[in-house]
C-alpha cells in the first residue's frame, strides 16, 4: 500500500518535468520546418524518419530504464535522463548552424534515449500515490507536458528574431539549457521516492522479456493494443501539423494557412494551453469520481469530432475553423492519455510499475514511429492534403471502441 504523497517531492517531479519539457516544446515545432529547409525530400521519408527516430529511441529505451529505476531507484535515472537532454539539444543547435541533416539525426536520437525516463517520472508518481489517488498522480504529469508545450513554443517564438529570417540555434540553445537548470532541480531538490525493490530485474538494454511479463496480468494486454492505436492516431496529427499551416516555398501544395515561423510557434503555445487546461482543470477535477475508462472514451470521442472538423478547415482553409479543431482534438487527448495510463497502472503489480509503465511507454513510442513515419510522407505524396487526418479519426474510432471493450473487462490488481 503506497503512502499520502509528499506534496514537497512531487511538486519538484512536476517542476522538473515541466522544465525539461519547455526544451522538447521548443524544439519540437520547429524541427520539421529545419529539416525540410536542409535537404529536397519531396515524398517525405526522411523527414519521417527524423521524426520516428526519437520515439525509435524511447521504443527501444523506456523498458530499460524502467526496469533501471526499479533497481537503482528513480532519482538517479530521471537525472541520467535530463543530462542527456541537455547534451543533446546543445548538439541540435550546433546541427542548425551546420544545416545538417545528419547532425540533426544524432541529436535527436540523443534525446530520444534520454527523454524515454518520462517512464520513470510516472513510476515515481505511482510510488507516492494510493490507487485512489493515482489518476491526479497522472494527470499532474500530464498538466506538466501541456505546461511545457504552452511555454516552450513561447519561447521559442521569442527565440525567432523576425518573421522572415531562420532562428537558427537559439532555440537548441535555450532547450539545453532548461534541460540543465531541470538537472540541477533533481540533484538538489528531488528525494527518492519510497518502493518496493523485490520485483527489480536484470537491466539490459534489449530486454524484450518485460513485454511478455507485462502481457501476463490480465487485461493489460488489451490497454497496451489500446494506447497503440490511439497514439499511432494522434501521431498523424502531430507529426504534420507544422507542414500543414507553415508556408512552404519547397511545396507550394503544402502550408495552405500560410502562417511564418512566429505563428507556428504560437500555434503550437496554444495546443499546449489547451492541454494544461484541459488536464489541469477538467481532468483532475473528475479523476476519482468519473471511471477512466469512461474518460478515455470521452477523449477519443472528442479526437474524431476534431479530426473531422479540420479536415473541414483544410478544404475551406479557414484558420478559425483549423484553430477550434485543434482546440477539441488537444482536449479530447488531454482526457485520454492519463486515463490509459492511470488504468495501465491500476492493473499493474505495484511492485513492478516501472517495468509496465515502461513498456507502455515503448507501446506509445511505437505508435509514434509508425505515425511520424506514415504521416508526413502521406502529407506530401497524397493528392489529398488532409489524407492524414482522414486515417488519423478511422484509427481513433477503432480505439474508442477498443476502450468501450475494456471498460466491460479487467479490473484493478489484487495481492
Given at each position: 500500500?503506497?503512502?499520502?504523497?509528499?506534496?514537497?517531492?512531487?511538486?519538484?517531479?512536476?517542476?522538473?518535468?515541466?522544465?525539461?519539457?519547455?526544451?522538447?516544446?521548443?524544439?519540437?515545432?520547429?524541427?520539421?520546418?529545419?529539416?525540410?529547409?536542409?535537404?529536397?525530400?519531396?515524398?517525405?521519408?526522411?523527414?519521417?524518419?527524423?521524426?520516428?527516430?526519437?520515439?525509435?529511441?524511447?521504443?527501444?529505451?523506456?523498458?530499460?530504464?524502467?526496469?533501471?529505476?526499479?533497481?537503482?531507484?528513480?532519482?538517479?535515472?530521471?537525472?541520467?535522463?535530463?543530462?542527456?537532454?541537455?547534451?543533446?539539444?546543445?548538439?541540435?543547435?550546433?546541427?542548425?548552424?551546420?544545416?545538417?541533416?545528419?547532425?540533426?539525426?544524432?541529436?535527436?536520437?540523443?534525446?530520444?534515449?534520454?527523454?524515454?525516463?518520462?517512464?520513470?517520472?510516472?513510476?515515481?508518481?505511482?510510488?507516492?500515490?494510493?490507487?485512489?489517488?493515482?489518476?491526479?498522480?497522472?494527470?499532474?504529469?500530464?498538466?506538466?507536458?501541456?505546461?511545457g508545450f504552452t511555454f516552450g513554443p513561447l519561447l521559442g517564438f521569442l527565440a525567432v528574431p523576425n518573421r522572415a529570417a531562420d532562428p537558427g540555434p537559439w532555440p537548441g540553445i535555450?532547450?539545453?539549457?532548461?534541460?540543465?537548470?531541470?538537472?540541477?532541480?533533481?540533484?538538489?531538490?528531488?528525494?527518492?521516492?519510497?518502493?518496493?525493490?523485490?520485483?527489480?530485474?536484470?537491466?539490459?538494454?534489449?530486454?524484450?522479456?518485460?513485454?511478455?511479463?507485462?502481457?501476463?496480468?490480465?487485461?493489460?494486454?488489451?490497454?497496451?493494443?489500446?494506447?497503440?492505436?490511439?497514439?499511432?492516431?494522434?501521431?498523424?496529427?502531430?507529426?504534420?501539423?507544422?507542414?500543414?499551416?507553415?508556408?512552404?516555398?519547397?511545396?507550394?501544395?503544402?502550408?495552405?494557412?500560410?502562417?511564418?515561423?512566429?505563428?507556428?510557434?504560437?500555434?503550437?503555445?496554444?495546443?499546449?494551453?489547451?492541454?494544461?487546461?484541459?488536464?489541469?482543470?477538467?481532468?483532475?477535477?473528475?479523476?476519482?469520481?468519473?471511471?477512466?475508462?469512461?474518460?478515455?472514451?470521452?477523449?477519443?470521442?472528442?479526437?474524431?469530432?476534431?479530426?473531422?472538423?479540420?479536415?473541414?478547415?483544410?478544404?475551406?482553409?479557414?484558420?478559425?475553423?483549423?484553430?477550434?479543431?485543434?482546440?477539441?482534438?488537444?482536449?479530447?487527448?488531454?482526457?485520454?492519455?492519463?486515463?490509459?495510463?492511470?488504468?495501465?497502472?491500476?492493473?499493474?503489480?505495484?511492485?513492478q510499475q516501472g517495468m509496465v509503465l515502461g513498456v507502455g511507454q515503448s507501446v506509445s513510442s511505437l505508435a509514434r514511429i509508425l505515425g511520424s513515419g506514415?504521416?508526413?510522407?502521406?502529407?506530401?505524396?497524397?493528392?489529398?492534403?488532409?489524407?492524414?487526418?482522414?486515417?488519423?479519426?478511422?484509427?481513433?474510432?477503432?480505439?474508442?471502441?477498443?476502450?468501450?471493450?475494456?471498460?466491460?473487462?479487467?479490473?484493478?490488481?489484487?495481492?
Amino acid at each position: 500500500m503506497n503512502e499520502k504523497p509528499s506534496r514537497g517531492s512531487l511538486l519538484v517531479i512536476f517542476v522538473t518535468v515541466f522544465i525539461d519539457l519547455l526544451g522538447f516544446g521548443m524544439v519540437l515545432p520547429l524541427l520539421p520546418i529545419y529539416a525540410d529547409q536542409f535537404t529536397l525530400d519531396n515524398a517525405g521519408w526522411q523527414l519521417g524518419l527524423l521524426m520516428a527516430s526519437f520515439s525509435a529511441m524511447q521504443f527501444l529505451f523506456a523498458p530499460f530504464w524502467g526496469k533501471l529505476s526499479d533497481r537503482i531507484g528513480r532519482r538517479p535515472v530521471l537525472m541520467i535522463g535530463l543530462a542527456g537532454s541537455a547534451v543533446f539539444y546543445s548538439l541540435f543547435a550546433f546541427a542548425t548552424i551546420q544545416k545538417s541533416l545528419m547532425l540533426l539525426f544524432v541529436a535527436r536520437i540523443g534525446a530520444g534515449i534520454a527523454g524515454a525516463t518520462i517512464s520513470t517520472a510516472q513510476a515515481y508518481i505511482a510510488d507516492s500515490t494510493s490507487a485512489e489517488d493515482r489518476p491526479k498522480g497522472m494527470a499532474l504529469i500530464g498538466m506538466a507536458f501541456g505546461l511545457g508545450f504552452t511555454f516552450g513554443p513561447l519561447l521559442g517564438f521569442l527565440a525567432v528574431p523576425n518573421r522572415a529570417a531562420d532562428p537558427g540555434p537559439w532555440p537548441g540553445i535555450v532547450a539545453a539549457v532548461l534541460s540543465a537548470v531541470a538537472f540541477a532541480m533533481a540533484w538538489f531538490l528531488l528525494p527518492e521516492s519510497k518502493r518496493d525493490s523485490k520485483g527489480a530485474t536484470s537491466h539490459r538494454v534489449f530486454d524484450f522479456s518485460a513485454f511478455s511479463a507485462a502481457l501476463r496480468i490480465p487485461s493489460i494486454g488489451l490497454i497496451l493494443l489500446t494506447i497503440f492505436i490511439c497514439i499511432f492516431s494522434f501521431a498523424n496529427f502531430e507529426t504534420t501539423l507544422s507542414l500543414l499551416i507553415k508556408k512552404s516555398g519547397n511545396q507550394p501544395s503544402m502550408g495552405i494557412f500560410g502562417f511564418d515561423w512566429q505563428q507556428v510557434c504560437l500555434t503550437y503555445a496554444f495546443i499546449g494551453f489547451m492541454l494544461a487546461l484541459v488536464q489541469g482543470g477538467l481532468v483532475r477535477r473528475m479523476a476519482g469520481r468519473v471511471d477512466e475508462a469512461n474518460m478515455a472514451a470521452l477523449g477519443a470521442l472528442l479526437e474524431i469530432i476534431g479530426f473531422a472538423v479540420l479536415v473541414l478547415a483544410i478544404n475551406q482553409k479557414s484558420t478559425p475553423l483549423l484553430f477550434t479543431a485543434l482546440g477539441i482534438v488537444v482536449a479530447g487527448f488531454a482526457f485520454l492519455q492519463p486515463s490509459l495510463n492511470s488504468l495501465l497502472s491500476r492493473r499493474s503489480d505495484p511492485n513492478q510499475q516501472g517495468m509496465v509503465l515502461g513498456v507502455g511507454q515503448s507501446v506509445s513510442s511505437l505508435a509514434r514511429i509508425l505515425g511520424s513515419g506514415t504521416g508526413i510522407p502521406l502529407l506530401k505524396v497524397s493528392s489529398v492534403l488532409a489524407t492524414p487526418y482522414f486515417v488519423a479519426a478511422g484509427l481513433m474510432a477503432i480505439g474508442l471502441a477498443l476502450v468501450l471493450v475494456l471498460s466491460r473487462v479487467g479490473k484493478d490488481f489484487e495481492e
